[in-house]
């Protein structure tokens, strides 16, 4: 009994300092795009899972309508709850309880030279009996340009892979594939949504990695995110654009919502657990266009994006 105390205040603590670091981290993204963008600031909603607030809570946080940000979110939560026989099918999962902390964001701009981002970083645990059977962490960052601009691209995926580098070598190129390989349209043609970064989940303490290299991990990686894309950002905000290149911003950004609906499993997670569905959907674009087999012209600058789409290319 006395060692089953001592594991679960272990585990309370451990949790404890996850949570404290997405809500930082929340800050310090947060104060980043409002400087960058110097006219819109977010607004913030706390919510709670449920009535009662038993089963957890979180805060959202949303940019809309600035100089540079049509419309933003970087939301932090800290859910809990049973695991029901939907979670156990849908989701594969076992156990009596389950436990999620993350940060999840996206940014749209206005600019259709400047790309949208999304990142994630999450810390999950599966009980039985008040006793951890499972654990594990996942995330990553990706970049969804509109326009290809190798030197934003490289500039992205370096400090990705100079983060990598720093914990494993072996890691930038698993899980840029494993990034390439996820954020895919399967329905069409095996497309991409963008040109990638990094993603990686289910990733447990083991003999060679423990728990707080994980954590370690995650926080770089989400640290990382403010020089890996306001740099981006910086440049390519005042660039003169026309309506066509809106028009064409707004065919992709309807890729991106085909993927956030169909195929993504941080959506369906939160969709399946009774998540908040403002919070979850925040990461659709506000306007969107689908047009009947809409093709850019060969060799267009609109083409050469589509092409880096379908096929993946190594950018370090």
Known sequence: MQTATVHQTETKQFRGEWIDFIYSLQDKICSALETTD???????????RGEDGKGGGGRTRVIADGNVFEKGGVNVSTV???????????????????????????????????PTVHCNYRYFELYENDEVIDRW?????????????????VHF???????????????????????????VNTHRNNERRGIGG????????DEKHDIN?????????????????????EKRKTLSFTEQHKYWQEIRRGRYVEFNLIHDRGT???????????SILMSLPPTVRFEYNYQPEAGSEEDKLLQACLNPKEWC
């Open 38 to 48: 110097g006219k819109a600031k977010f607004i913030e909603e706390e919510w709670q």
């Open 80 to 114: 809990f709850g049973s695991v029901t026989d939907k979670m156990r099918k849908q989701l594969n999962i076992n156990g009596e309880k389950w436990f999620a902390c993350g940060l999840s964001l996206v940014i749209h701009p206005y600019n259709p030279f400047v």
């Open 137 to 153: 962490f996942g995330g990553g960052t990706d970049l969804t340009p509109y326009y290809l601009i190798n030197e934003d691209a």
């Open 157 to 183: 995926h370096q400090t990705y892979k100079n983060v990598c580098d720093g914990f494993d070598t072996d890691f930038y190129a698993a899980f840029k594939k494993e990034c390439d390989d996820y954020f």
């Open 198 to 205: 990094i993603f990686y989940d289910h990733q447990r303490p």
């Open 213 to 233: 290299f994980w954590f370690n991990f995650g926080r770089a990686c989400g640290n990382a995110f403010i020089d890996a894309y306001i740099p981006i950002v």
């Open 268 to 278: 369906i997670f939160g969709l399946k657990t009774n998540g908040r569905t403002e």
